[in-house]
């Protein structure tokens, strides 16, 4: 595959991902989410007790956006906050219906993960090293589009 046709790969995937993002599902639960409410609780269900600012940064989303998704997730009572150590932020966990949710959506991409896993134990570690390499270039261009003015 050449330069050309790995960029076409990527700009049909960027395509397919916006017109997921914008399609509403529900995951084991009578509870309707769109992609980026899931996205969020699967992070939290991965990590319980993350704070909203790491939440941010891993979704690559303004803390104002975690904040309006956060509020939508406990209106739906799947997610809880819980005061922090510090005190000073809430550390954020799901509730047992987010739980349901958040298995649902892990069982839904299982076979993709196997799939993916079983491509990836075959790479040679310089290739594993290119494809980790080919990933942050794409996300430091992504990166600057989105904060040029």
């Known amino acids: 595959m050449n330069t050309g046709q790995f960029l076409e790969r990527i700009y049909r995937l960027m395509n397919l991902n916006q017109a997921a993002q914008k399609r509403p599902r529900q995951y ?56 922090a150590a510090d005190g000073r932020a809430a550390a954020l966990f799901l509730t047992e219906e987010g739980e349901k949710v958040w298995q649902a959506h892990q069982a839904l991409h299982e076979p993709m993960l196997r799939e993916l896993q079983q491509l990836t134990a075959q790479l040679t570690p310089e290739a594993a090293q290119a494809l980790e390499r080919l990933g942050e270039v794409l996300e430091a261009h992504l990166t600057q589009i989105t904060q040029e003015d």
């Open 28 to 83: 084991g639960s009578n509870v309707t989410l769109y992609a980026a409410e899931v996205h969020m609780l699967e992070i939290i269900g991965d990590r319980p007790g993350i704070m909203s600012t790491e939440l941010a940064a891993r979704l690559a989303i303004s803390k104002g956006a975690v904040s309006q998704t956060l509020k939508k997730l406990a209106e739906k009572s799947l997610v809880r906050k819980s005061a």
